[in-house]
């Protein structure tokens, strides 16, 4: 009965790992093909960030996020920094530095 558990336990691992391994090597080869008749890189997500708003496309769909909202001089920027984590803080600090 262990034997019958143990080789279960393998064979959900092993088809974990080959799912796993098949759905990244798929989107390693979808973001860096491209397409047969112009030179475009076809990606399945893009970000582009202006002084005003940011851009983000998934699939041809795209949102646009008004960065006034996340400006130091908003006060939801300041609750938000109150009640964010070290990690978050970083990562806005670095947008902020790199727009600049």
């Keep these: 009965m262990k034997n019958n558990k143990k080789i279960t336990v393998f064979r959900v ?3 974990y790992i080959v799912l796993t391994v ?3 090597m798929f989107l390693y080869s979808y973001t ?3 397409n047969r008749l112009t030179d475009e890189k076809i990606s399945p997500a893009s970000l582009i960030v202006n002084d005003d ?3 983000f496309k998934i699939l041809n769909k795209s949102c646009n996020i008004n960065l006034d909202i996340i400006s130091p001089e908003s006060r939801l920027y300041f ?3 109150l009640f964010s984590p070290d990690e ?3 990562e806005i600090l670095l947008l902020f530095k790199l727009l600049n």
């Design 13 to 15: 691992s092993l088809i």
């Design 88 to 90: 978050l803080k970083s």
């Design 32 to 34: 860096n093909s491209y």
């Design 53 to 55: 708003y940011a851009e």
């Design 22 to 24: 098949g759905i990244w």
């Design 79 to 81: 609750a938000a920094y």
